[in-house]
């Protein structure tokens, strides 16, 4: 199977390449030249089966470059030896006859970037050999708090690589900070950044364009490269737990053979919910895919009217991951309704880049209408529905969780459609202790690691282990960088 990038037909490479080198040369994004799909009964195999094999099953389709007993090593690297706190990996728990939690935070980070970025390096370093390579991948990262600690945990201690975290100094919680600043492994490196998430993505993209860095690193035998989500090898983990929640609820008899499921996501970058539309393609029952956005709300306006324009107010929000106005995994998704016009794709994101907005067509709006629906929430709603979750369902839910779970009330309510539905929940509640305080009534909670302490007081729920020791780690990093002087640090780092 070859991969093609999105703006143009001919950059076409195997999966191999399209992992080791992430962005295709043309700044398209490298996608499979077809989704392949679920023969008649694959659920019904894949019903019997634990998660891990159920990801080698389904990854197994889409890399032909590995093979089965290579990914089944990577998934048990990955999902097993005890790195995620819930045998079933990613469980689903139902709330009531019709509506369903998928739960994405049971690893060592306690987001669901985890359940990419545990098997990422496994991908990359294997795609990396295959190709050739023999200098030592370094990977950069610009985070606003969950994608820097998952590519941390993900690439401690992996041969052959070595990974540096950029985060703002104001611009991520005590306990996002705390889980960064304390990272174990030989092979990691964390700074802080005079400013905020766009200083420390800024500094990154232009460390990554300087010739001067890349030709020194050349030499002394390494290479810049990214764990960002436009990578193929973090949007296809994220298919298989679609795949497996679905195989869950049919072996539960929560779901009938066939019967449509609702799935609503919390949405940022459009790479999870991206997933659930690979899903549905390969014949997984999905029924409509529910994008779920804070008050940056650039989503919903597209999805309801066509029309993605960014030139808009920029919020912080109490769910800062979905904090975003350009989601850059969009572009895949236009990939498919155009069928692969890879100039049509190619104009749309000239004129994002150019003016800050772009209008689909028609057609391509219709295609969009029978799959997709959308929504947005602000953060009084989401502190509401966190407070009526935990009082009629004794369900704890993160801020980000809760901007779904809005979503799909709102979405039953004006549609009628009252088809199951599964909600993707994407972080534990414990990471984000204050807000979630709050919406449980507590006026003034405690801050930081205290909150942790409260949040578990006050509800009976016990933290995740990973976050619970937080308090007994040492802190390893304590290093501030201005923006102007990050390259220097990656040269620190790298020597
Ligand atoms: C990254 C993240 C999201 C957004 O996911 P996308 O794939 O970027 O749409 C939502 N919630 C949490 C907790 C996240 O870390």
């Avoid at 399209?18 to 694959?42: H, K, Q, R």
Wanted: hydrophobic content about 40%; aromatic content about 8%; proline content about 4%.
């Amino acid at each position: 199977m070859y991969y093609v990038s999105t703006r143009d037909k001919l950059g076409k490479t195997t999966v191999a390449g399209a992992i080791a080198y992430g962005l295709a040369p043309d700044g398209g994004l490298y996608t499979p030249e077809a989704i392949p799909s679920l023969a008649g009964n694959a659920l019904e195999t894949l019903k019997e089966m634990t998660y891990q094999q159920r990801a080698v099953y389904i990854m197994n389709m889409y890399l032909d470059s590995y093979s089965a007993s290579e990914l089944a090593g990577f998934c048990a690297k990955a999902y097993g030896g005890g790195k995620f706190d819930d045998p079933a990996v990613a469980p689903v728990r139902t709330l009531d006859g019709k509506t369903h939690v998928l739960e994405l935070w049971h690893g060592p980070t306690c987001a669901f970037k985890d359940m990419a970025l545990q098997m990422l390096p496994h991908l990359l370093t294997a795609a990396l050999k295959k190709e050739g390579e023999t200098k030592t991948a370094c990977i950069l990262v610009a985070t606003s708090g969950d994608t820097g600690k998952g590519a941390l945990e993900g690439f401690r201690d992996v041969p052959g690589t070595k990974i540096l975290v950029f985060y703002p100094r104001d611009g991520v919680s005590e306990v996002q900070e705390l889980q960064m600043t304390t990272q174990e492994g030989d092979n990691v490196g964390v700074c802080a950044v005079v400013g905020n998430f766009d200083d420390a993505q800024t500094g990154v993209k232009t460390i990554f364009s300087d010739p001067e860095l890349r030709r020194e690193l050349a030499e002394q035998g390494s290479f810049l490269s990214s764990a960002n989500s436009i990578n193929w090898g973090r949007v296809l983990p994220q298919v298989v737990y679609y795949v497996s929640a679905y195989c869950d609820l049919l072996k539960s008899g929560a779901l009938r053979r066939g019967e449509k499921l609702n799935v609503c996501v919390p949405t940022g970058n459009f790479g999870n919910i991206l997933a659930a539309y690979y899903a549905k393609q390969m014949g997984v029952p999905i029924g409509r895919l529910i994008c779920a956005s804070n008050r940056n709300n650039v989503l919903t306006d597209f999805i309801e009217t066509g029309l993605y324009d960014k030139n808009r107010a920029f919020y912080n929000t109490t769910s800062p991951s979905m904090d975003i106005l350009i989601s850059s995994n969009l572009e895949r998704l236009l990939h498919a309704y155009t069928y692969g016009d890879a100039g049509q794709v190619k104009g749309y994101m000239e004129k994002l880049a150019r003016t800050g907005s772009y209008q689909i067509e028609e057609s391509i709006k219709k295609r969009m209408d029978r799959d997709f629906a959308a929504g947005c929430c602000d953060d009084a709603r989401a502190r509401a529905a966190i407070g009526e979750m935990w009082r009629e369902k004794r369900y704890l839910i993160d801020p980000h969780t809760a901007v779904a779970v809005d979503v799909l009330d709102q979405y039953r309510a004006k549609t009628g459609d009252e088809a199951p539905a599964l909600v993707v929940s994407t972080a534990s509640p414990f990471k984000f202790c204050p807000v979630v305080m709050e919406g449980l009534g507590v006026k003034m909670p405690e801050q930081g690691l205290k909150g942790i302490d409260q949040l578990s007081q006050f509800t009976g729920i016990a933290p995740p282990a990973p976050l619970a020791s937080l308090a007994g780690k040492k802190v390893r990093f304590t290093e501030v960088t201005e923006k102007a002087n990050m390259v220097d640090k990656v040269r620190e780092m790298l020597r």
